[in-house]
């Protein structure tokens, strides 16, 4: 299942002239780094698509026992052409990385090595 969704996404990354870089399907929550080459269409938007696409493929293949859906909101983050490599090698060592620290712990890290503010109240649930 994890494999024909990272494929399944990365397509549609593709058809909409975006490339992805390096992919990794967790249990709760997915990374996806690529390069914004096509900006007619917005981040925003593009994720909108990515959900909505991805979401009726997993539901119409039947991965899960009752219908998957995503969660609202996504977090984006940019990066240097010079961290590209490092950010590659984050993403593919995801499955190592998790057993370490969760998702919670490294998603709040993002926003503050980021610097973004935000209210707990407005952090989207997670699965501990």
Known sequence: MKN???KYICGIFN????????IY????????FFCYRNIS??????????????TNFINEKKFLRSPFYWQEGYGAFSYSKSQKENVINYIL??????????FKDEYIG????????FKNEYIFDFLD
């Open 4 to 6: 024909e969704v990272e």
């Open 110 to 117: 993002f926003l503050n090595k980021f610097e973004i503010d």
């Open 25 to 32: 399907a967790n249990a709760d929550h997915i990374h996806i």
């Open 41 to 54: 269409i917005s981040i925003p938007d593009l994720m909108k698509v990515v959900k909505v696409e991805s």
């Open 15 to 22: 058809n909409k002239k975006q490339k992805v870089l390096a």
């Open 93 to 102: 060592n995801q499955k190592e990385h998790h057993q370490k620290r969760s």
